[in-house]
């Protein structure tokens, strides 16, 4: 048992030794040391090396830069640049080299130890003159400053004083207002043109031709500005077709209306006053019925949108 316990010490000596001897470390840059100066520490290897592990225990001593060296034909290897912050000797320890392929051994560099000379002896009690400062680039002197700052505190003051007191508003005298007139709609406009046509009285002066023209000719204007149907162009067929097309409701007296009025146009014939008087009563109700429609449309609405159109 003692045996074999010897024989794996040896062994794992041996894989050490092994390990250690396949670093090989150079130093640069490394006599005459004083606080703050760089040296260089190389390490390399016969297989390429993926990383150098820094220790957090490192006080003496700073890495300020750690480089791999990749080059073509050599082993990967590495550059680290180091800064002492303390003086005196001290020694740097050993640090652990992973390989990059895990058939090669991890190994340690060996340790070192350096002179770092210190900037002043011990026993030097000499003060030492601070310099001024140095002035940036475009640093303007002091008083500058401090007129600025006044300039802002004023500025403060003014704008603080300002808000707190209001200046009286001049009253301006009141602008009349321009009254707006609604465009009346139309159908009004179509049953003050009935009104006045009844009011001429054209029947019972035999004019009856002259009449009913004029009372066709409400229900096509009507119809032209309701409807955007070019009525006052077309024939009472084309009318009748229109109506068809776009689906007007009533068509079927309108047709018996325009019929009407066409016989006593074109036709000599000539109706009673109570015909013409019943023409005219339906030309009223007809265009009555879109004042209802245009008040329900009105009560469903809501409340503060426009109103659309009638019709």
């Known amino acids: 048992m003692k045996k074999l316990l010897f024989l794996v010490l040896i062994c794992l000596m041996a894989s050490i030794l092994m390990a250690d001897a396949n670093i090989i470390q150079s130093l640069e840059d490394d006599d005459d040391l004083s606080v703050g100066d760089r040296f260089i520490f190389n390490i390399r290897a016969p297989y390429s090396l993926t990383e150098v592990e820094i220790p957090d225990t490192l006080t003496n001593f700073t890495v300020y830069h750690k480089e791999r060296i990749v080059e073509a034909g050599i ?7 180091i800064v002492p912050i303390l003086p005196g000797y001290h020694t740097f320890p050993e640090l652990r080299a992973l390989p990059t392929s895990h058939q090669n051994p991890e190994a340690w560099t060996d340790r070192f130890r350096v002179n770092i000379i210190p900037v002043r002896a011990q026993t030097d009690t000499t003060l030492v003159d601070i310099k001024p400062p140095v002035r940036y680039p475009f640093q303007f002197p002091i008083w500058v400053y401090l007129v600025l700052a006044g300039a802002f505190v004023l500025s403060l003051l003014i704008f603080i004083i300002t808000l707190f007191i209001k200046p ?3 009253e301006e005298a009141p602008v009349e207002s321009t009254p707006v007139y609604e465009k009346p709609a139309h159908w009004e406009l179509a049953i003050k043109r009935l009104d006045e046509l009844i009011e001429s009285q054209l029947v019972y002066q035999g004019k009856i031709a002259q009449h009913h023209f004029l009372l066709a000719d409400i229900q096509r204007h009507f119809m032209q500005q309701e409807y955007r149907i070019a009525a006052l ?6 009318i009748r077709e229109a109506m068809r097309r776009i689906g007007i409701a009533r068509s079927g007296e309108i047709n018996l209306f325009f019929g009407f009025c066409d016989r006593a146009k074109f036709a000599k014939h000539i109706p009673t006053p109570e015909e013409t008087h019943a023409m005219e009563s339906w030309l009223r109700e007809y265009l009555m019925g879109f004042e209802l429609i ?3 449309r ?3 609405t809501p409340r503060g949108e426009m109103h659309a159109q009638v019709r």
């Open 294 to 296: 245009a008040a329900r």
């Open 168 to 170: 009286q508003k001049i």
């Open 233 to 238: 162009e077309m024939t009472s067929s084309e």
């Open 75 to 81: 082993p990967a290897w590495f550059r680290l640049t």
């Open 298 to 300: 009105i009560l469903d």
